[in-house]
């Protein structure tokens, strides 16, 4: 089985200041397609998640530029890099190489 | 636009049988497995299992397996996921969800006497 872990599970970011999540996952989710099944969601208080960035890097329609991620095998991070007060909520990791699984999720809120 | 929606809150005695629909629309049902997601309250995400409306099939977290019952019906473009002998700790927001972008607006299930 997949085991995600996100650090940290909390952020207090002041606007205009960059933020950091990391993303580490026990198996490689490098397939054999080459692709990458590494993806990060947004869940604002009371709705339901919504994807930011999906096989690693690529900003789902919609997404600001501000996002951002990177990584490779096991060792992934988002970046957000001027944060808005719009973008406070529990940001999750999910692995999709094999069925799926979150990380614990990191609540990120604005100072 | 892919739109899942999902049937409206539940309220059930421990012991009971709860199932949720999700209805899809916007993309070919049988295209995408349907997925679906328990977050007990002030909890994370955690996936319990999928059906591939295609043919049936489907797959469960070793969490899941057992009380869990996932089913799709292609005359209606409907997932369904039921629970049975359900407990307070099943009390929770349960989500289906389509590729990965596409999700339901979440099925809030309380499990009290």
């Known amino acids: 089985d997949f085991v995600m872990t996100q650090t940290p599970l909390s952020l207090s970011v002041t606007p205009g200041q960059p933020a950091s999540i990391s993303c580490k996952s026990s198996?490689?989710?490098?397939?054999?397609?080459?692709?990458?099944?590494l993806h990060w969601y947004l869940q604002k208080p009371g709705q339901s998640p919504q994807l930011l960035i999906y096989e690693v890097s690529k900003r789902f329609s919609g997404v600001p530029d501000r996002f951002s991620g990177s990584g490779s095998g096991t060792d992934f991070t988002l970046k957000l890099s001027r944060v808005e007060a719009e973008d406070v909520g529990i940001y999750y990791c999910?692995?999709?190489?094999?069925?799926?699984?979150f990380g614990q999720g990191t609540k990120v809120e604005i100072k | 636009e892919v739109q899942l929606v999902q049937s409206g809150a539940e309220v059930r005695k421990p012991g009971a049988t709860v199932k949720i629909s999700c209805k899809v629309s916007g993309h070919t049902f049988i295209d995408y497995y349907v997925h679906w997601v328990q977050q007990a309250p002030g909890k994370g995400l955690e996936w319990m299992g999928l059906v591939d409306p295609e043919d049936g099939k489907t797959i469960y977290a070793q969490k899941f397996q057992g009380r869990v019952t996932i089913t799709a019906d292609t005359s209606t473009d409907t997932a369904y996921m039921e629970v049975s002998s359900l407990r307070s700790e099943d009390t929770a927001v349960y989500y289906c969800g389509t590729k990965l972008e596409s999700w339901g607006q979440g099925t809030l299930v309380t499990v009290s006497s």
């Open positions: 999910m692995q999709s190489i094999q069925l799926r699984t």
């Open positions: 198996q490689s989710l490098l397939h054999s397609d080459g692709k990458t099944y």
